[in-house]
């Protein structure tokens, strides 16, 4: 387990012994006018892993994923993703980064003007431009149907559901098969066996493509289910990391309260 | 000892005046505010402006985003601007008429109606009409893609919002006016030869032919083309209010205002200088 006092950063030894670090986050701070919302924060992420980060509203866990994603620029600190700094990245760069990057918004964020299929579709046009008609089809049907959507394929978004949202967004964060999959409230506003049910897909989806992912969650039975590891934050700084257990045995208060009220 | 009312008093006097100052400065604040948000605005202008215009020129091409905004801006504004050009060749063929026939000149009736439609009323009509119904709805569609967070799925998708959003919208927008320009030119001079012709017949080769008698391509390419620059204006005024949007449905209902309004605004002023510009130009 580690604290605030003692950092959390512990690198995993890969096969072969190469470093298996696909993420890291370094000393980040990042400030919206006066309020800042990270605090040098630090974490580190392997291949096949999954990081659930935890927090009160406002913590700045969605603005983490932001800055990881590259839709926020930190105010100092590095973020390297497979040992590219983002900060040193030209635009074309960072585009090449961001194909190895999955990303489930918190509303899933579908395009409303498209149908279900073509969502799922629109990653692989503009990036699989070699791809035929009939191959692409056949990959939106599959994400489809990974995710069990495959008879909404001609909806529009405006009629699915929320949870069915989140599933179409999921299929087309994995369009272009990431290698990070990075989940912003996958489970919030959903009912409990809808929420559920999106966290076995999840695990499903992990097992099954083996990508290094961060949840960020407020749902604590969520990140329990579908992650390896823990990070809860307060105030813009990791206070603990580690597995549920190792939570369970801290005792900072803070850590003590919140896993008392969630 | 100080004697505590004393102090009182005085204490409520400093407050008073500090009081007086701050409701003094107010106003030089909400000024020194307006002036600092003026820049910010032509700032972020600027930028915006640059990254549209990096993005224009570097591949891949949005070919089939554009062919769908050139229907959308174009052909679906047509009617519209049709309408407008007509009603305005009809008013103008009317006022004109009383006009002319008062200083005896009812013979340059149709270069009247012709000039006027061509040179400056189908132009400016177009410009308005378009910075209207297009700005407004570029503006609001934007607006409400940037605040559910689709303009950044775009950009986490690793597809340049700016190339696939914005350069195909100004783009059509630069196309496409000079274009309906011509629909509103081509419907103006048609409804005023109709109105004149209901209260006193004369055909539409005769009327033609006297309102172009003397005319050369300078007096009327260089108005249908400055609405090239219109377009500009509405494209990319209604992409920027569109993709700076912050808070919810009221975030988006201001864009598309401020689209319309601004764009419109700057359309006006645009043609003022174009216009000297042309006559300096093409004398």
Redesign the interface.
């Known amino acids: 387990m580690a604290t605030t006092n003692d950092v959390m950063i512990r690198p995993i030894a890969g096969e072969n012994g190469a470093d298996p670090t696909v993420l890291s986050v370094e000393d980040v701070h990042k400030s919206f006018g006066m309020h800042k919302v990270l605090n040098g924060i630090s974490l580190r992420i392997c291949r096949a892993e999954t990081l659930a980060v935890l927090g009160r509203s406002g913590t700045g866990k969605s603005v983490l994923l932001?800055l990881i994603?590259?839709?926020e620029q930190p105010d100092s600190g590095s973020i390297c993703i497979q040992g590219k700094d983002l900060a040193t990245l030209s635009?074309d760069q960072?585009?090449?980064v961001?194909?190895k990057?999955g990303?489930l918004?918190?509303?899933a964020?579908?395009?409303?003007s498209l149908t279900v299929a073509q969502n799922v579709a629109?990653?692989l046009q503009?990036?699989r431009?070699d791809m035929s008609k009939s191959d692409r089809q056949d990959r939106v049907e599959q994400l489809l149907a990974e995710v069990g959507m495959e008879k909404a394929s001609q909806k529009m978004p405006s009629d699915i559901s929320g949870g069915m949202q989140k599933r179409v967004g999921l299929a087309?964060a994995l369009a272009?098969s990431p290698e990070i999959l990075l989940l912003d409230e996958p489970t919030a506003g959903l009912d409990p066996i809808s929420s559920g049910e999106i966290d076995e897909l999840v695990l499903k989806l992990q097992k099954e493509h083996q990508m290094a992912s961060i949840v960020v969650t407020h749902d604590l039975h969520s990140a329990k289910t579908i992650s390896n590891r823990l990070a809860l934050l307060d105030k813009g700084k990791v206070v603990i990391e580690g597995t549920f257990e190792e939570l369970k045995q801290s005792n900072i208060g803070f850590v003590k309260d919140f896993l008392k009220q969630t | 000892m100080s004697d505590p009312a004393i102090t009182a008093t005085n204490s409520n006097q400093s407050a008073s005046i500090n009081g007086d100052t701050q409701s003094m400065a107010r106003p030089f604040i909400a000024i020194g505010q307006t002036v600092t948000d003026f820049f910010a605005w032509f700032g972020e202008l600027g930028v915006f402006s640059w990254r549209v215009l990096r993005a224009t020129f570097t591949p891949p091409f949005e070919g089939r985003e554009f062919l769908r905004q050139l229907d959308e801006i174009g052909s679906k504004s047509f009617p519209l601007v049709a309408l407008a050009g007509a009603a305005v060749g009809a008013v103008l063929s009317m006022e004109a008429r009383s006009s002319l026939t008062r200083f005896g000149a009812k013979s340059l009736l149709p270069s009247a109606i012709v000039y006027s439609v061509i040179q400056e009323m189908g132009p400016i009509i177009t410009g308005l009409v378009v910075s209207g119904r297009v700005g407004a709805g570029i503006g609001a569609e934007l607006a409400s893609m940037k605040v559910t967070e689709q303009i950044d799925a775009i950009e986490a998708s690793a597809i340049n919002p700016y190339r696939l959003l914005a350069t195909t919208r100004i783009l059509a927008c630069i196309l496409m006016l000079p274009l309906l320009t011509l629909a509103a030119d081509g419907c103006g001079v048609l409804m005023g030869w109709l109105t004149q012709t209901v209260i006193e017949p004369v055909s539409l080769r005769q009327f033609i032919d006297r309102g172009f008698s003397g005319a050369t391509f300078n007096d009327f390419l260089p108005p249908t083309f400055k609405t090239a620059v219109f377009g500009l204006i509405v494209g990319l005024i209604a992409c920027f209010q569109g993709m700076r949007t912050r808070g919810g449905a009221e975030g988006v209902g201001r864009a598309a205002t401020n689209s319309v309004v601004l764009s419109s605004l700057f359309v006006i002023l645009a043609d003022v200088v174009l216009v000297k510009f042309i006559l300096v130009v093409f004398p």
């Open positions: 932001r994603i590259g839709l635009l960072m585009g090449e961001r194909l990057m990303f918004f918190q509303h964020a579908l395009y409303d629109f990653p503009h990036h431009r087309r272009l």
